[in-house]
């Protein structure tokens, strides 16, 4: 299926290959009436054949959704792991791993989303260049191999079953991509995520996002060519992004100092770091429910203590960690499109060594996206909290992303968020986790309007502890507001906000911990700006089903039917009492009703004075000013002499007064006031048959209705005219 303007078309067959190729597409209309675009159909039963010489490869999709309305109350994506180490720019085919979420399997025409996860390198050195090498001790390296959060959308050539295997794709990718595990380098990943094309698409329930596994899920995607009826539901991405650093209490001596930035989890001290674009960490709060332990350390050099990983947390790294591992501090935040904030300092010592707070993700664009980043864990000895076993003083997990597309808008109420999670505040004598980052959602509403938007991105509060009373202990950073990117104003209700820290010490004190950044929030996102979908679905003018023309007494009620109105500002209704030339006379607005078949009426209620046919006819117009015009129609009419007709009515600037006469002569024309008080006249001549006088006095008068009399020395005759300023 292929449509163009505003209506689809029937694709009943094309040729293609990778070589310079001929191609003939045989496309039927389903609707005629294409005056849009100078189209010249007169009946549905004609055939188009348009032959199209290609020079380069086909990159678009060879498939377009039906024009119905999908329903649906879950995700609906598809999400391939990445098996395939490095994808060079310009490959066209890709070794895929199994999918585990989503069920539907690839087929040819697909749109598929290809995202690099994480992917940037760090200074791995244990001191304050840790990080980014500006000294203190958070960050990345920006250079060649930072590769986090670049995309793109493709067309699958190939089959691929979800059992994985290799894929295929339409033309040469923009972007490299890579899949290699922990090593010099912290973990690099990306993946594939099926990506279905629906016409109009409609949410019954609360859809959310499979949760980031280290492989694939955190990204949902939903994309319709005419619109997204959000029915006053919720898209959900909160927590469902990078995760937590996971907490484990640790007694006894154990090693390093309170000095340190990065040590590994074998040293039986300080807390995890959160996972980020640079990297997972060996320890994970998997949904503040169980310790995730994934095969390797994760970060080069180690996995725990105070340095931040890119837009992860750092662990709070301990007061005492050679001894007790007793001077707890808290996790910092994780971070996206606001700093995290930092861990607080430790128990008894005040040192300031709580979890450094991850850092801004400075390449974010609407065509680059990531998750929000995971706090780290705080430092804990005595396990309390629940759950037990130091786990409550994990760090959380940031948002994931969210991209909705609605070429011609995302229409009803809803909310879309992708929060960071706050973390525990049940702990009491032991340091608390920094809570995640926001994550990113990006909307595209085609109509322009996106103000019945609520989204949320905001940081996760750090941990508290020692909440009703008790010595201080380190509580968690807040983590970093999110990235919101939308093409118009949101909802005022719609927030970035970082999360707040935390406290101790029975909620007087932060304790050396602070809270998350703001974020980013754009809403004057272009239609270019994000990722381009290479779909080739074009659509063709309204289509008129049908329109009608009955005389009534002293008027003429029309009525017409229309489907696949896009982007239809309004109807204009025509005149004409010789079928050749015709007249506005009225116009009546879009209104949002069936897409398949959307009913209006008009009556015309000053008709002139013809004896003979009357021809009418509809002409749509677009926002952009383009129009598209239905068949004409006419009605038969028996007109007395002297009957008295005024168009447009209303008026603005000039009216048009249609009469007719039987034999002709001289007439005079008369414009009052409702006081009675002449206004204007005019001495006409008359011809016999039908006059047409065109009165423009009407732009000196103020709006008001007035009084127009026509007379012929016998009979006067007079009609009401409304001016409308």
């Known amino acids: 299926m292929i449509y163009r303007g505003k209506k689809y078309w029937s694709l009943i067959g094309y040729y293609y290959s990778e070589a310079n190729t001929l191609v003939t597409l045989n496309l039927f209309p389903m609707k005629n009436e294409y005056a849009k675009y100078g189209y010249a159909l007169a009946r549905p039963a004609w055939v188009l054949a348009i032959s199209i010489l290609l020079f380069s490869r086909i990159a678009t999709a060879q498939s377009c959704p039906s024009t119905t309305t999908t329903n649906i109350n879950s995700y609906p994506n598809t999400y391939y792991p990445a098996s395939q180490a490095s994808v060079p720019a310009g490959s066209t085919s890709i070794a895929l791993g199994s999918a585990y979420y989503g069920s539907t399997p690839i087929s040819v025409g697909d749109i598929l989303l290809i995202i690099q996860m994480q992917g940037a390198q760090i200074n791995s050195n244990n001191n304050s260049n840790y990080g ?58 990306y993946q594939v995520i099926r990506v279905p094309v629906y016409y109009d698409l409609k949410l019954t329930g609360t859809i959310t996002a499979p949760r980031w596994d280290g492989y694939s899920g955190g990204v949902l995607v939903l994309y319709a060519t005419d619109k997204i009826l959000m029915n006053s539901q919720t898209v959900d991405a909160s927590g469902l992004g990078f995760r937590g650093g996971g907490g484990r209490a640790f007694t006894g001596s154990g090693a390093g100092s309170s000095a340190d930035y990065i040590t590994s989890s074998a040293y039986n ?54 001894s007790n591992n007793d001077e707890n501090t808290g996790g910092g935040g994780g971070a996206n499109g606001g700093a995290g904030g930092y861990g607080g300092n430790s128990w008894n010592s005040n040192l300031g060594v709580g979890g450094r707070p991850g850092s801004v993700f400075n390449q974010a664009s609407a065509s680059r996206l990531i998750m929000g980043g995971g706090g780290g864990a705080g430092t804990t000895n005595n396990a309390t909290g629940t759950p037990g076993n130091g786990f409550a003083s994990s760090g959380t997990a940031g948002g994931g992303i969210i991209i909705l597309t609605g070429q011609n808008g995302i229409t009803g109420t809803g909310t879309i968020k992708a929060n960071g999670v706050s973390a525990n505040s049940t702990v009491q004598n032991d340091g608390s986790g920094g809570g ?15 103000s019945n938007l609520t989204i949320q991105a905001k940081g996760g509060n750090g941990g508290s502890n020692e909440t ?16 919101i990117y939308s093409n ?42 994000p990722a381009q979908v290479p779909l080739n679905c074009v659509t063709l003018p309204v289509s008129f089903l049908g329109i009608t023309a009955v005389k009534n007494s002293d008027a003429v009620d029309l009525n017409w039917q229309v489907s696949y109105e896009i982007n239809t500002l309004k109807y204009v209704v025509e005149r004409s009492t010789d079928g050749i030339n015709f007249s506005d006379i009225g116009s009546t607005p879009f209104r949002d009703g069936n897409s398949l078949n959307n009913a209006y ?3 015309d209620k000053n008709l002139p004075a013809v004896s003979g046919k009357i021809y009418y006819r509809i002409r749509e117009v677009d926002v952009d000013g383009s129009v598209a015009y239905s068949k004409t129609v006419s009605v038969q009419q028996t007109t007395l002499a002297g009957k ?16 007719n006469h039987t034999v002709g002569g001289a007439i005079s024309l008369r414009l009052f006031d409702l006081k009675g008080s002449l206004l204007w006249q005019q001495q006409q001549s008359a011809a016999a048959g039908q006059n047409n006088v065109q009165i423009d006095y009407i732009r000196n008068l103020p709006a008001g209705v007035y009084i127009l009399q026509w007379f012929d020395g016998l009979t006067p005759e007079q009609t009401k005219i409304l001016v409308d300023r």
């Open 644 to 659: 008295l007709s005024v168009y447009p009515n209303p008026a603005r600037t000039s009216v048009t007064v249609s009469f």
């Open 488 to 529: 118009a104003t949101l909802n005022a209700a719609s927030s970035v906000a970082g999360g707040a820290a935390g406290t101790t010490n029975g909620q007087t004190t932060n304790y050396g911990a602070t809270a998350g950044a703001i974020g980013a929030m754009v809403t004057t996102m272009t239609a270019s700006a």
């Open 436 to 450: 995640g980052a926001g994550g990113t959602v990006l909307v595209y509403s085609g109509n322009g309007t996106t």
């Open 132 to 189: 980014d090498g500006s000294g203190d001790g958070s960050g990345y390296k920006s250079n060649a191999q930072l590769l986090a959060g670049n995309m793109e959308y493709v067309v699958a050539a190939s089959n691929l079953g979800t059992g994985g295997g290799t894929l295929t794709v339409s033309s040469g990718l923009v972007n490299s991509y890579q899949n290699t595990p922990f090593g010099t380098d912290g973990q690099y990943t």
């Open 601 to 603: 009426q008009y009556s």
């Open 269 to 322: 001290a300080n807390g995890s770091k959160g996972e980020g674009i640079a990297g997972t960490p060996k320890y994970l709060n998997h949904n503040n429910s169980f310790l995730d332990v994934s095969g390797t350390e994760g970060y080069p050099n180690g996995s725990y203590a105070k340095g931040a990983p890119a837009n992860a947390g750092g662990g709070g790294t301990d007061g005492n960690p050679a």
């Open 468 to 483: 009703t009373s008790g010595p201080s202990h380190g509580p968690g950073g807040g983590g970093g507001g999110g990235v």
